[in-house]
């Protein structure tokens, strides 16, 4: 329970932190208003920073369904726990989304684009290419999970919280955290500007959701015709760098 809780919080954390930059700078009238693509790269890298290191300690904080399938994959997570740690996550993020809109609600109702008002929940392709735009979040979430298993199999070890069995970035503190917020920023920055870079399933799907739901005027629609990119997308490209690893680990 503690480490299905400490998923729920910081996929709460992430989605608040990381959807917040996004509407800090696109809703009308907000003192900071003006989109800055360096602003919301980095936003997001430190969101993750945060989320990781509030949970680290308790869940191993993936914060991430493609994080945990991958883990699982690479034999580094307990299968018996993949869909617990999913539930949360996906709660999480619901419940993050649903604090971004109440947050920013006066600004939310003086913005009139249906664009801006979805992209502070979820993602949307640059230019709609349903092979380019999977192809963009399999690589992106093909590097997350490869820098995060190259970083966990070297100097960073995974540790065993006591009394679970989840496994992660445990009991480093902030120099734990930090890597994992640098790749994100990192992806951001490179690779971010084709698709907005969910490589998170959560982070897209259960925002999308609160989209969908929530007494937003204007909103338009929520595009689920899109959806199984961001949701399919990370998973593919997680589970493509776990078996990787597997086959690179035992000469590296």
Sequence with gaps: ????????LGTMLLVILGNGVVANLTLRDTKSHGASWLGIATGWGLAVYVAV?????VSGAHINPAVTL???????????LVLPYVVAQLLGAFAGACVVWWFFRDHFARTRDPAIIQGCFCTSPAIGNAPSNYFSEIVGTA????AALSITGGSFRFS????????????????????IGLVVFSIGLSLGGTTGYAINPARDVAPR???QLL????????????????????FIGGAAAAALWLVLEPVM
């Excluded at 009394?163 to 955290?177: H, M, N, Y």
């Excluded at 007494?215 to 990370?234: C, E, H, N, Q």
């Design 1 to 8: 329970m503690a480490a299905f809780l400490a998923e729920l």
């Design 53 to 57: 290191l509030a949970t680290q300690d």
């Design 70 to 80: 991958s883990l699982a994959i690479a034999g580094k997570f307990s299968w018996s």
């Design 143 to 146: 590097i997350l999970v490869t």
């Design 160 to 179: 065993r919280a006591p009394g679970d069995v989840s496994e992660g970035l445990v009991g480093l503190g902030s120099v734990g955290a930090l890597p």
């Design 209 to 211: 959701l609160a989209h």
């Design 215 to 234: 007494p937003i005027a204007g909103k338009g629609d929520s595009d689920w015709s899109y959806a199984l990119v961001p949701l399919l997308g990370p």
